[in-house]
Nanobody, 119 residues
């Protein structure tokens, strides 16, 4: 069974930095993509950043230049480095792992970690 465990969420002030970690119970090379999503109360979960098996990153426009997604295949861990945090970044951040098999998409999710940006 695949398990994803996020950590690193915290209360920080605007302008500060924070790094989230997502540790997988199996090799992250088994997945086509690893990603971070975020969700605020009453809203849909939205993609923040994604990294392919080969290391190619994608960022949602509002985080470009501020967030960096990276992966350590040896540790089966994906990171999200967040800088210049803003109050509007406040959300529960979820780790996602995805793979495709025979045109079927399989998604796995962590339990989420709270990030609060407030003065």
């Amino acid at each position: 069974q695949v398990q994803l465990m996020e950590s690193g969420g915290a209360l920080v002030q605007p302008g500060e930095s924070l790094t989230l970690s997502c540790a997988a119970s199996i090799s992250i090379l088994d997945f086509n993509t690893m990603a971070w999503y975020r969700q605020t109360s009453g809203k849909q979960r939205k993609l923040v950043a994604e990294i392919s098996r080969g290391g190619s990153p994608y960022y949602e426009d509002s985080v470009k230049g501020r967030f960096t997604i990276s992966r350590d295949n040896a540790k089966n861990t994906v990171y999200l480095q967040m800088t210049s945090l803003k109050p509007e970044d406040t959300a529960v951040f979820f780790c996602n792992a995805k793979f495709w098999r025979a045109s079927q998409e399989y998604n796995f999710w962590g339990q989420g970690t709270q990030v609060t940006v407030s003065s």
